[in-house]
């Protein structure tokens, strides 16, 4: 099992999205390497269309032309980085509909953890160990040291309001829910 897995953007031929996907975890399969590239996803979203005053929910592509792949990787000595096994590598590259990667010279870059949680691909859980009306101490940010008290929490969206005290005036700040923790008696 490996230690460290990176995303990262295949390009393919368009309308070929789903066809790579599915080839990609057959051979994946067959070779017994899940290890090595446990995931494929093609972000899409649900979208509502009308036509002919018919509303009908459709899935889209987000991304046209792309596919995401998980990939197991390995720090190379000789670049001074991580990067993906070269199996893996000939696997995705010889796949039919790819045209390559993302990246320079159709070089393989990963993805930043920021652009991974942005495109949705990975969700990250975030345990609250608050709830509304407890007082909190606010951790990084401008407001950074400030306390308040909590008024609402908002799991999907990882967000939570802290009413914190400004000048005498109460004032509502939202913040991400890591952003907050309990404050200490």
Known sequence: MYDEYRWYVVHTYSGYENKVASNLIKVIENRGLQDMLPEVCIPTETVVEVKDDQRKEVER?????????????????????????????????????????VGPESKPIPLTEAEVLKLGVEKRTVEVSYQVGDLVTIIGGSFDGFSGVVDNIDIESETVRVIISMMGRDTPLELGLDQVEPALD
């Open 61 to 101: 592509k987000l991304f046209p032309g792309y596919v995401l792949v998980k990939t197991a990787v390995f720090y190379d000595d000789k670049v001074k980085e991580n990067k993906m096994t070269d199996e893996i590598w000939y696997i995705i590259r010889n796949t039919r509909g790819v045209t390559g990667f």
